[in-house]
Nanobody, 114 residues
Framework: QVRLVESGGGLVQAGGSLRLSCVAS????????MGWYRQAPGKQRELVAG???????DYADSVKGRFTISRDNAKNTVYLQMNSLKPEDTAVYYC????????WGQGTQVTVSS
């Protein structure tokens, strides 16, 4: 189906920045929706940023103005630029691609220290 590999996570101080990458391979032509989600320990997975139908973007209220989702179709890659990071951004970040199935990457850990 679709293979998704995230990278770019790490440990940063509050106020710092990280850039996450998601490289897709396989049945890329069948992807309808792509986005970034995150899950903190003991909490539900939530949408962070995504491309909606028609290419429009959607962001969680908590990250608007700080995070930016972008893509490079030639490289089959989706990015998440994260600026002004806060401790509450700490979570495992997952890339998602919707085809006839839900396709998820393995996740990359982002830890923001105060």
């Amino acid at each position: 189906q679709v293979r998704l590999v995230e990278s770019g996570g790490g440990l940063v101080q509050a106020g710092g920045s990280l850039r996450l990458s998601c490289v897709a391979s396989g049945s890329i032509w069948s992807i309808n929706v792509m986005g970034w989600y995150r899950q903190a320990p003991g909490k539900q997975r939530e949408l962070v940023a995504g491309f909606r139908s028609g290419g429009r973007t959607d962001y969680a209220d908590s990250v608007k103005g700080r995070f930016t989702i972008s893509r490079d179709n030639a490289k089959n890659t989706v990015y998440l630029q994260m600026n002004s990071l806060k401790p509450e951004d700490t979570a495992v970040y997952y890339c998602r691609a919707v085809t006839s199935y839900d396709n998820w990457g393995q996740g990359t850990q982002v830890t923001v220290s105060s």
